[in-house]
C-alpha cells in the first residue's frame, strides 16, 4: 500500500488556512517528498509521519513558493537524528540552487546527494521509482510519477518444474535473485507475471501539454494544480504558464485516471470549492485537495 497526503494546497503565497503546495508519500516506512515551499516543515509536523525517513525530496522547478522551505527543513531532518545520506532531485540547476541555500544550513549530519534529472528520465531512489517529464511553465519544470510495482504471485508448479530448491522460494520472492549450492536462481523462475502496481502522478505549474494525458495514463491517483478556478481566467493562466480547474480535469479524462485531486490555488481564490462543478462537470472523480488531506492507496485484490 502507498500513503498519500497533501502538506499544503497553496500558490505563490501562504494564506493562514494554506500552506504552500508539497506532497508527502510513504511507502514501506519510507517517505519522499515533492516540492518544499516556505513553512512545509510546520505542515509536515502536523502531520506526525516524521522526518528522519524522508529518503528524497524532489522538485518541480525552482521558483521560491516550491523550494525555499528547504533549509529549514534539512536542518529538521538533521535534528532527528538522521545519518544516512538523503536525496535532493530536479531539474538542471539543482545543484547551483543549493549551494546558495545551504549557506543558512552548513552543518547537517547526513550527506546531501544531488541529482540533477534530464527531462522525461526513470530513477530508482530507495523503494521509489520516480518518472520526470518535462511541462510548460515560464522556468524548466517536471511533473512527476511515482510506480509502486508489484510482482506476480509465486507459482509453486513453475518452481518445481525449472527445480529450484525450496529453501530459494521464500528468498526469490523479495529478491531478484540468490546462489544456492554455486547455481543462481532469479526470481522469474518461481513468479507468476507481474501484477497491477499503484501509480500517483503528480503536475503543478504549467500548461497543459500533449504529453502530459499519456503521463498520467490510469494513475490510481492524479494530483493537478487548478490555479484557478474561474472559466474567464484562461488568458491569465495562458500567460503566467498555469491551469484552470477545467483544464486539469481535462487531462484527468483523457488519461483515464481513478481521482484528481486539485491543488495549487491561487490566493486570490480563497474558497475554491465554487468552483469546483468547473471540473467535476468533465471530471466527475474530482475533489479539492486540503492540507493534509490524506489516502492510503491498495493494491488491487487485497
Known sequence: MLDVALLGTGGMMPLPNRHLTSLMLRLEGRLMVIDCGEGTQVTMKELGWGFKNIDVICFTHYH?????????????????????????????????????????????????????????????VGVFNIHSLKVNHKIICYSYRVNVKRAGRFNVEKAISLNVPKKAWSILQKQPSVEVDGQ??????VLGEDRKGISVSYCTDTRPVEALPDFVKESDLFICEGMYGEEDKKDKAREYKHMLFSEAAEIAKKGNVKSLWLTHFSPAMPFPEMFIKNARDIFPETSLGKDRKTITLMFEGE
Open 184 to 189: 543462481v536462481y532469479t526470481s522469474d523462475m
Open 64 to 124: 521560491a513558493d516550491h523550494i525555499s522551505g528547504l533549509p529549514g527543513l534539512l536542518l529538521t531532518i538533521g535534528n532527528s537524528y538522521r545519518t544516512e545520506p538523503l536525496k535532493l532531485v530536479g531539474p538542471k540547476g539543482l545543484a547551483k540552487v543549493y549551494e546558495g541555500l545551504k549557506v543558512i544550513c552548513p552543518e547537517l549530519p547526513f550527506k546531501v546527494e544531488i541529482v540533477e534529472l534530464e527531462p522525461n528520465e526513470e530513477i530508482n
